[in-house]
């Protein structure tokens, strides 16, 4: 069963665009949502993450959007660079959980066109 | 400041050998986590160890084993070897547990052929 739900799998963007990455969780008792960005031959860089008691945050051109009740977030990177171009990973915890560990989406391959 | 370092980078083996992996943490963090990645699919865990003691394992079989030394370095060793066990494996270290603000390493790529 897969928690975390995410899509587009792959995203072409031209240069100076918004790219917007989807996800969507089903365990109620997530409590903290991380992004990850993974370039080839390289692990997965934390990028940014959020708390679900608020509704966005925003780290330079990185945008996450909370939406609780639909139990659905996503990442916005404002400006797409061709160097933004790597596979994005979302992911989730259960911080009160008797297992600590993060469940990631599948990925979203980026592609940033110059 | 040393990043979370792995060794050996690339491996391959035999059907039915086994390996070990090994990972060194960023100084300081206390948790280690072990997590596979296939080719094309986010990461899954295997493995959590946190001051030593095993806190969390993932659904892999029981050729699948690790274990965190005192000075909080790891190893993760795999027997009996499957083509499918080829994989990217990924050590995450972090300086709590669960894994909030956890640094991955570049992993090691292992070919089973």
């Known amino acids: 069963q897969q928690q975390v739900k995410q899509s587009p799998q792959s995203l072409i963007v031209q240069k100076g665009g918004i790219s917007i990455i989807n996800c969507a969780y089903e365990?109620?008792?997530?409590?903290?949502f991380p992004w990850y960005q993974q370039f080839p031959g390289k692990g997965p860089a934390l990028l940014i993450a959020?708390?679900?008691?608020?509704s966005e945050k925003k780290e330079g051109r990185f945008t996450i959007s909370f939406n609780k009740s639909a139990k659905q977030f996503s990442l916005h990177i404002m400006d797409s660079q061709p160097g933004d171009s790597a596979t994005y990973f979302c992911?989730?915890?259960?911080?009160?959980?008797?297992?600590?560990?993060?469940?990631f989406g599948k990925g979203t391959k980026l592609s940033v066109k110059p | 400041d040393a990043g979370v370092t792995q060794s050996p980078t690339h491996l391959i083996k035999t059907r039915g050998q086994q390996v070990t992996l090994r990972c060194s943490p960023i100084?300081?963090?206390?948790?280690v986590s072990w997590y596979q990645q296939v080719l094309g699919q986010g990461p899954q865990f295997i493995f959590q160890?946190?001051?030593?003691?095993?806190?969390g394992r993932g659904n892999f079989p029981d050729r699948f084993s690790a274990r965190q030394f005192p000075n909080y370095s790891s190893e993760l060793n795999v027997n009996a070897l499957l083509l499918g066990d080829s994989a990217l494996y990924l050590c995450?270290?972090?300086?709590?547990?669960?894994?909030?603000?956890?640094?991955f390493g570049q992993g090691t790529r292992l070919t089973v052929v």
């Open positions: 995450a270290s972090s300086n709590r547990q669960p894994d909030t603000e956890a640094f």
């Open positions: 365990n109620t008792a997530f409590d903290y």
């Open positions: 959020i708390r679900p008691d608020v």
């Open positions: 992911a989730a915890i259960d911080y009160g959980g008797s297992q600590g560990n993060l469940i």
């Open positions: 100084s300081g963090h206390k948790s």
């Open positions: 160890y946190y001051e030593k003691e095993e806190r």
